[in-house]
Every structure is written in C-alpha cells, then in structure tokens.
C-alpha cells in the first residue's frame, strides 16, 4: 500500500537524517528498501548494527550512505557473523573493526570466504607477511580488501617492482610503509610520479 510505502520511507528519511536526493538515490540503489517495513524491519536491523559496533549516528549514517546495502542484508545471518570472523580472523579489536568498517563500509557486503580471505591470503604469501604485517595494512588501508589480486593488486606490485628494480623484501617494505600503493592505477598515477622524481632529483 502506498502509505505504509511512504511511511517506511519517511521513517527512513527521518532516522538517517537525508534529504530528498539521497533518500532518492538510496532507493535507486536498494530498491528492495521499498517492501520493508521501518519499525520492524530497517530500525531494528539499524539500531542492532549501531550498537554491536558501538557507532555514533553520524559514523551509521556514514556507513548506510556509502554502502545502502546492507539495509536488506540480515543482521543475524550475514553482517554479525561477518564482524565476529573479520574479528577473529587477524585478532582485530572491535575499535579496529569499527575504524576499518567506518572507512570503507564496503566490507559488510562482501562473502568472507569467497572474496575477503583469498584476497588477504594471496596478498600474505606474494608479499611474505606475517599475520600482524596484514593486520596492520588493513587498519591503514581497509579498502584492500576489496581489490582483485589478480586484475589489481598483483599487475601493480609486479609493475612497480619492474620499474624501480625492487627486490622482493624492498617491495614488501614500500608496501607496509604505504599501503594506499597497491590502490593505485600504476599507469596513470604512481609511473608518472615516479618519473617526475627520477627527472626532478
């Protein structure tokens, strides 16, 4: 029914404090937002996600702005179990957790098994780190998670290890020290840079 559509709508228009457009654009996205009821659906669903993570509402409307997703996810089934194995996975805090979720909400939506840990893992043997390396790396750069090791991270690594003639244990340093590389399109932004450098110094 129309009304009870608008009234879910309103509630979470209200709760998230958005204005029209993002309201708007928050449908577009997830239009299954449509069918579910405010009060016994997406408040609860939110309030639980705001209190296992002990966020703020501006750190939840963060989180919902940038991933409107996780509204039809299931707390219990999908996003709960998910923190608990992030978690127990490289002994994360929770204020880890939360930081690395704040910044890159994205990682609610991803399958741990089928996309999180072989990305993690293929990152740990090509670059030899310990457990605690790639504890580290996620903290500073949690959007790693979301890469493709073999469409992404790896064509990059192997490029900037060609171009500056690194060794393995040199690339596995520049790496830690600054993880937001592997991000990098080598093409169009770190060659060009390091070649500014090579001309400049």
């Not at 609860?44 to 919902?64: A, P, T």
């Not at 890469?147 to 244990?169: H, W």
Request: charge should be neutral.
């Amino acid at each position: 029914p129309k009304d009870k559509i608008e009234a879910s709508l309103d509630g979470v228009k209200q709760y998230l404090n958005l204005s029209e457009a993002q309201l708007r654009k928050m449908v577009l996205s997830v239009p299954p937002i449509i069918g579910c009821n405010f009060d016994s659906n997406i408040k609860q669903k939110l309030d639980r996600l705001q209190d296992c993570m002990k966020l703020s509402n501006e750190e939840l409307r963060k989180i919902v702005m940038l991933q409107p997703s996780i509204i039809a996810m299931s707390f219990d089934n999908n996003i709960k179990p998910k923190l608990v194995t992030m978690k127990e996975f490289l002994a994360f805090s929770d204020d880890e957790i939360k930081k690395m979720v704040v910044r890159h909400p994205a990682i609610l939506s991803l399958n741990f098994a089928n996309n999180i840990k072989p990305t993690l893992d293929a990152v740990q043997d090509h670059l030899n780190l310990s457990n605690e390396e790639v504890r580290k790396m996620l903290i500073h750069k949690p959007q790693i998670i979301s890469y493709d090791f073999d469409g992404n991270i790896k064509p990059t690594l192997d490029a900037l290890q060609g171009f500056l003639k690194l060794s393995k244990e040199e690339l596995q340093s520049l790496v830690l020290n600054f993880p937001s590389i592997i991000g990098l399109n080598f093409n169009y932004n770190t060659k060009p840079k390091f070649e500014w450098l090579q001309l400049t110094f």
